[in-house]
């Protein structure tokens, strides 16, 4: 062998050596970093499984409070619904009782008003239970339709009311 085959000998097995060493030094550099590696992963697994818990714990507090909150809602459109009823059917016996002529609707005059220019008996007969100033007995169409109004006019604060307990629940 010449002595330039022998260099280049020489350098391809110094060349072999360095490709070598750097093939073991990556290999023990994968081994710690992938050692790094799992560890991370695991903390981050332990993090995300945290996590979860967490959001698992705040959507069963959400769901009770849900839950709670429809509860109240639910109670208070019966309370809304129970008294709405009880004002429609008292409506109705008033209307019953005006178209039957068992009730009859009257209203207080003002004595001082001349303006009226009507004359109405200034007070009841000795024998009569109504006290006070003059009155005038209502139409009984009249006092039908004043029932109406009214009746719209209760179920209005019976909604309004509802309304206002349900942004107080809402709000709470």
Do not use: F
């Given at each position: ?105 009257s209203v207080l005059l003002d004595a001082a008003d001349s303006a009226g220019g009507c004359s109405v008996p200034a007070g009841a007969a000795p024998g009569g239970v109504v006290h006070g100033g ?39």
């Amino acid at each position: 062998m010449s002595p330039a085959q022998k260099l280049i000998a020489l350098l391809v097995m110094m060349v072999v050596l360095i490709a070598g060493s750097a093939a073991c030094a990556w290999k023990v550099q994968d081994w710690r970093y992938g050692k790094q590696l799992a560890e991370q992963a695991g903390l981050h697994q332990d993090d995300l499984t945290a996590i979860s818990n967490a959001a698992a714990a705040q959507g069963l507090s959400d769901q009770a409070k849900r839950l709670a909150l429809e509860q109240r809602l639910s109670a208070s459109d019966e309370t809304h619904y129970k008294e709405l009823t009880d004002a429609q059917t008292n409506q109705a016996r008033l209307r019953d009782r005006l178209a039957t002529s068992d009730l009859r609707l009257s209203v207080l005059l003002d004595a001082a008003d001349s303006a009226g220019g009507c004359s109405v008996p200034a007070g009841a007969a000795p024998g009569g239970v109504v006290h006070g100033g003059a009155r005038a007995r209502l139409d009984p169409a009249h006092a039908q339709r004043i029932i109406t109004i009214t009746d719209a006019g209760d179920q209005g604060l019976i909604a309004l009311a509802a309304c206002q307990a349900y942004v107080r629940e809402m709000s709470r």
